[in-house]
Structure formats: structure tokens, C-alpha cells
């Protein structure tokens, strides 16, 4: 019989570095924004090159902030693919925005610059593609599409930490870019995230946006309306250790994802993410689509196996009936029905791995057509 394993689907990398990254605020009683926040910038500029980084409590109130830094007229639509997380929707309906919802490619489950262009109305005012999953596909297609349109692009890379599309980095390609710095990320914060531009009029409004209408603390001086979005140094501080891990990250993550789908390639009716070439890819999970996904997951979840559902689609949310138009979108649909993600962290051992595509090769080819049953 074979043994129960124990895998959970996130798993941040921690270690006595971040725990020593951290007592070192307690120490110099520096718990809010402070020296630690500075160096992250500074690193995240250097990670990205971008001209401006923001930080955020999270990437949903990055996108926000993002947002209410574009200053977009209020009721004006947003387009965006329906396949993503629900912060993408949700930040363009507190910032006042009409999301405009597009379906996906099939293979790289991002949406085409054609997808954006069919989309446009005379009360588009921006285009927010996501990158997913790890990579960041068409995204220098989709900002090209935006300057020539002159539709601001505000790309949803929350997935897309030290990915770099062409030789740019995610989040730069547009107008602006949003990290996030979940703890399922490729870098974690526990919460946090990152607003990216090299407009110095947008870099500018977000130092605003984010402390109070002012862009230094300790004045009581506020030039603008503006609110809280300021982080803690003690999240900056594992923030700064875990940069310093990234590459790390990135070996771990594409070493696992080959061993997934060595062992998994050439299963009847099982599909996998396509990888747009030009983009680099830091594994986020291992997606996976299969006609037979419910039982797939009953038997990894007995057997276990921590597994994830796909996004759900924006257009079928229950809080968003009344603010988007109806709209069909197939793929997006699909890959909901159809598709599973399996853990892929550093805590998921080789044998782990295997016993995991063994079990859902077990579960997908009847023994029968593995010669293991004679048939007379």
C-alpha cells in the first residue's frame, strides 16, 4: 500500500537568514519605512531597471495605486483577460473603472495583443495584460499595441518577479508594472508589492499617492490628496534576503517543473502550459489540463497532494454581475473545467515528485493499456 504524503501547495523558502534580517529591525527599533525599504527599492531597480519603484501592502493595492496614479476617467472601460486572479478586476472597479474582459490563448493561457485590439471602444483607457504562471508571453507586443494606440498599459506582473521578456524585465515593457510579493511568490514578503515605471511624472504621483499627499514623512505639508500605502521595514527586510535568493529560486523551480514534465510528457489527453519563447519562466506551479481533472484531483488530494484548481474565470464571478457586459469566453472556461496546478515549491522532494506523476499516471492510463491485464 502505498504511504499517504503530506504535500501542501505553498511553501515559502525560509531560513535563519529572514529571521535575522528581521531581529535586526527589533534592534534598531526601526519597525516601520526605513532603511530596509530604501534598499529594496534600490535592489528592485537594479532587478528591473526600472526608473521608479513603489512599494505596496500588497500587489492587489499596487494595481490600485497604480491605477488611481493613470488618473483614468471614471467609468472609462479597462481591458483585461478574463483568466487571471481577482485583484486584476477588483482594483479597476475601486479605482472606478469598467473591466472589459477578453479570452485567452489556449497554449500560453495569456492574451494576445489582438485579443486587446478587438476589444477597444472609443472609452478604452487602458490595457492591463497579466503575465501568468511565470512567464510573461506577447508582453512587448501588447505594449507596442498600447503606444500606438496611445493606451496606457498597466501589466498585472504579479507572477513575474526577475522574468525578463526580450531583455526587459516584467512590468517595464508598459507603463507601468505591479509585483507582488505573496508567499507563494518567487520572492515573499509574506504581503507586499511593487509599482514599476520610468514615467518620473507617474513615479512622482505614486510617492504622493502612497504617503499621505506628501513625499516625505515628517511634514505635515500635503500637496496632494493622498493615503497609506507604505510597508513595514521588517517586511523589506525578508524582502532583502529573499532577492538575494532569486536565482536560487529560479534553478530550483525550473529543475522541478522539468522532472513534472519529463515524467508526464506523452499521457493521453493530458496538456501543458506552452512557453512563449521569448519570455524566461520561473515556474509559479505546475499547471496541467486534463478532460478527467475531477477525479485527477480526488486521487492526489487522497493520496496527500495538495492541488489547485485554475483561475476562475472574471466573466462568471458572482461580484461582477451588473459591472461587466455578458460576454462567452471558451478558453477561459476551459481551463477552469480542465485545469489542475501541482505544488512546485523547494519543499516538494524528487521523490515526492515522482510518486506524484506515478500516481497520476496510475489514474489517467487504465492498466490495462500499460500490458499490466491480459485482454482475451
Not at 504579479?158 to 524585465?169: E, F, I, N, T
Not at 466573466?315 to 461587466?324: A, V
Amino acid at each position: 500500500m502505498q504511504q499517504r504524503m503530506s504535500v501542501c501547495q505553498v511553501q515559502p523558502w525560509l531560513d535563519a537568514a529572514e529571521q535575522e534580517a528581521v531581529a535586526g529591525c527589533f534592534e534598531r527599533q526601526w519597525l516601520t519605512e526605513g532603511p530596509q525599504a530604501a534598499y529594496l527599492r534600490d535592489q528592485l531597480g537594479t532587478l528591473t531597471q526600472a526608473a521608479h519603484v513603489a512599494l505596496a501592502p500588497n500587489g492587489t493595492l499596487g494595481l490600485f495605486l497604480a491605477l488611481l496614479a493613470l488618473d483614468l476617467p471614471r467609468g472609462s472601460e479597462v481591458i483585461m483577460p478574463s483568466f487571471t486572479f481577482m485583484a486584476t478586476a477588483s482594483a479597476a472597479v475601486f479605482a472606478g473603472l469598467k473591466p472589459v474582459l477578453v479570452d485567452v490563448d489556449p497554449h500560453t493561457f495569456s492574451a494576445t495583443p489582438e485579443a486587446f485590439e478587438r476589444a477597444v471602444t472609443a472609452r478604452t483607457s487602458a490595457f492591463m495584460p497579466v503575465h501568468i504562471y511565470g512567464q510573461a508571453a506577447y508582453a512587448e507586443d501588447v505594449a507596442a499595441l498600447g503606444e500606438r494606440l496611445d493606451i496606457p498599459v498597466l501589466e498585472d506582473a504579479a507572477q513575474a518577479c526577475g522574468v525578463r521578456y526580450r531583455g526587459r524585465h516584467a512590468g517595464t515593457l508598459g507603463t507601468l508594472g505591479v509585483l507582488s510579493f505573496f508567499a507563494d511568490k518567487s520572492v515573499t514578503m509574506g504581503e507586499g508589492g511593487a509599482v514599476l515605471t520610468d514615467d518620473a511624472a507617474l513615479g512622482r504621483r505614486l510617492k504622493l499617492l502612497r504617503n499621505q499627499g506628501r513625499e516625505h514623512s515628517g511634514t505635515f505639508v500635503h500637496e496632494a490628496l493622498g493615503m497609506n500605502f507604505r510597508v513595514t521595514d521588517m517586511q523589506c527586510a525578508v524582502g532583502n534576503v529573499q532577492l538575494a535568493r532569486l536565482e536560487q529560486v529560479r534553478a530550483d523551480r525550473l529543475r522541478r517543473y522539468a522532472l513534472y514534465e519529463e515524467g508526464l510528457r506523452g499521457l493521453p489527453g493530458l496538456e501543458f502550459m506552452a512557453v512563449d519563447p521569448d519570455s524566461e519562466f520561473i515556474p509559479f506551479r505546475f499547471p496541467l489540463l486534463s478532460r478527467r481533472m475531477p477525479e485527477l484531483r480526488q486521487a492526489l488530494e487522497a493520496a496527500g497532494v495538495q492541488t489547485r484548481s485554475m483561475f476562475y474565470p472574471l466573466h462568471l464571478q458572482p461580484c461582477l454581475k451588473g459591472l461587466i457586459d455578458p460576454v462567452s469566453l471558451p478558453v477561459s472556461e476551459r481551463l477552469y473545467e480542465q485545469g489542475i496546478c501541482l505544488p512546485i515549491h523547494q519543499g516538494v522532494t524528487d521523490e515526492e515528485v515522482a510518486q506524484i506523476v506515478g500516481l497520476i499516471r496510475s489514474t489517467l492510463v487504465p492498466r490495462v493499456n500499460r500490458g499490466l491485464v491480459a485482454v482475451g
